[in-house]
């Protein structure tokens, strides 16, 4: 089963922000602050500070969860799709899922980009953040779950 063109642009603006962010810290790396934000509460202030080194966590675990992801979306035979797949309906079912997790690695890749940058700069996250988030996320799943579901 094909990729779509719009897995393929969320999948490109994906590597765009995953790269980006890499090559910020890389080029910055030397005149960042030795203390940074290491963790945020729920309105999106800072609560904890920790050390430079620090900061590489949430882009290691982007980049891990974006390979994850980009397998998993490689491999339609092992998806839980929560309807039974026919010959009927696999392509529209599968079609989906594979929009689902591409717009998941999108949003993930967003929001971890956000979080680091604003590590980066010392700067609290916008008490928006969480609330949009969860809201994001949440119709995400309701809206593909919805299709899925009228797609068997």
């Excluded at 910020?24 to 609560?47: R, T």
């Excluded at 309807?83 to 591409?102: A, D, G, S």
Aim: positive net charge; charged residues 15%; contains cysteine.
């Amino acid at each position: 089963m094909k990729a779509t063109l719009f897995d393929h642009i969320k999948n490109v603006f994906s590597c765009l922000m995953l790269a980006g962010v890499w090559i910020y810290l890389l080029v910055q790396w030397s005149s960042l602050p030795e203390k940074l934000p290491g963790h945020y509460n729920f309105a999106g202030e800072i609560d904890r500070w920790g050390s430079r080194g620090e900061l590489l966590i949430v882009p290691a675990v982007m980049l891990v969860l974006f390979i994850l992801l980009s397998v998993a979306e490689r491999f339609p035979n092992i998806w839980n799709t929560g309807v039974e797949v026919t010959e009927q309906n696999r392509e529209r079912v599968y079609t989906l899922i594979r929009h689902l997790l591409t717009s998941s690695k999108l949003l993930m890749v967003a929001n971890f980009s956000y979080i680091t940058l604003c590590s980066a700069a010392a700067q609290p996250l916008s008490r928006w953040f969480l609330p949009i988030t969860i809201v994001a996320l949440l119709g995400l799943l309701a809206f593909y779950i919805v299709r899925i579901t009228r797609a068997k």
